[in-house]
Antibody, heavy 119, light 112 residues
Framework: EVQLVESGGGLVQPGGSLRLSCAAS????????MNWVRQAPGRGPEWMTN????????HYVDSVRGRFTISRDNAKNSLYLQMNSLRAEDTAVYYC????????????WGQGTMVTVSS | QSALTQPASVSGSPGQSITISCTGT?????????LSWYQQYPGQAPKVIIY???NRPSGVSDRFSGSKSGNTASLTISGLQAEDEADYYC????????????FGPGTKVTVL
């Protein structure tokens, strides 16, 4: 079964750090661009960042560039998101998503992990 | 704050057809055919129902169709069913600022 499972969410204070993980199974992980998409409570999804299958290219939305870092370990079929300098506005459900067509077709999503930034 | 605009809500009776619009600019919707639509139920992850403007993934009902004219894309749901009540989001590649993908704010579809 093709599956993505996120972990690592939780409660963190403003200015703190958190590392999210996404475990992939059921497909050739290294062959796909992978993405992190977040969704604040009551809001629409927000694409944040992606990484090419071999890890050679990454892109970020302006709001997280310089604070968040996407990475992957293809040997472990895992995707990561290192989040630093967290702000209240980063509070959201964080999803990892596969780009099935290498052009923004997010065809497989995880169940999401909640990140709450609050003192 | 989304760069794309969608109506906040659309409603229809069972069996009717409804259309949801997604308006952007020539830097996103109008400039590329990298436009997809997602359906989301409460507490669940989004699911892609249309990609590349008008293509349906395998397993998605043919009651869902997509199109684009200029800077506006549209999702049409034909033969509306109770199970179609959900939130719908458009997503487009954008070349403004650094290349990235942008979601619309979403449209709540209500089946009357």
């Amino acid at each position: 079964e093709v599956q993505l499972v996120e972990s690592g969410g939780g409660l963190v204070q403003p200015g703190g750090s958190l590392r999210l993980s996404c475990a992939a199974s059921g497909f050739s992980f290294s062959g796909y661009w992978m993405n992190w998409v977040r969704q604040a409570p009551g809001r629409g999804p927000e694409w944040m960042t992606n990484i090419k299958g071999d890890g050679s290219q990454t892109h970020y939305v302006d709001s997280v560039r310089g604070r968040f870092t996407i990475s992957r370990d293809n040997a472990k079929n895992s995707l990561y998101l290192q989040m630093n300098s967290l702000r209240a506005e980063d509070t959201a459900v964080y999803y990892c998503a596969r780009d099935g067509q290498a052009r923004g077709v997010f065809d497989i999503w995880g169940q999401g992990t909640m990140v709450t930034v609050s003192s | 704050q989304s760069a794309l605009t969608q109506p906040a809500s659309v409603s229809g009776s069972p069996g009717q057809s409804i259309t949801i619009s997604c308006t952007g600019t020539s830097s996103d919707v109008g400039g590329y055919n990298l436009l997809s639509w997602y359906q989301q139920y409460p507490g669940q992850a989004p699911k892609v129902i249309i990609y590349d403007v008008s293509n349906r993934p395998s397993g998605v009902s043919d009651r869902f169709s997509g199109s684009k004219s200029g800077n506006t894309a549209s999702l049409t749901i034909s033969g509306l069913q109770a199970e179609d009540e959900a939130d719908y989001y458009c997503n487009s590649y954008s070349s403004s600022s650094t290349p990235h993908y942008v979601f619309g704010p979403g449209t709540k579809v209500t089946v009357l």
